[in-house]
């Protein structure tokens, strides 16, 4: 079974990712989506957000990550271009 959502999860990740991810990843894979899993403090690259959470699930099923788009402040974006 898998856990709730929980705030920390996202936080925790993204400490992950800024203290010792987002240099080299941003360096390497650019565009891409990590997934981290927090508690173990692994990581999964896919090329869309789908295949990175989908790895993740994979190897942990009952534990929740979160998903960053590296060199992104956002994984996705929703908005509207007016031209």
Known sequence: MMRKADPSIAERAKKIYLERLKAHLEATESDRFVAI???????FI???LSEAIGKSRLKYPDRLAHAIRVGHRAA???GMHIR
């Open 37 to 43: 899993e927090p508690d173990s403090g692994e990581y």
């Open 46 to 48: 896919g090329e869309t």
């Open 76 to 78: 996705v974006h929703f």
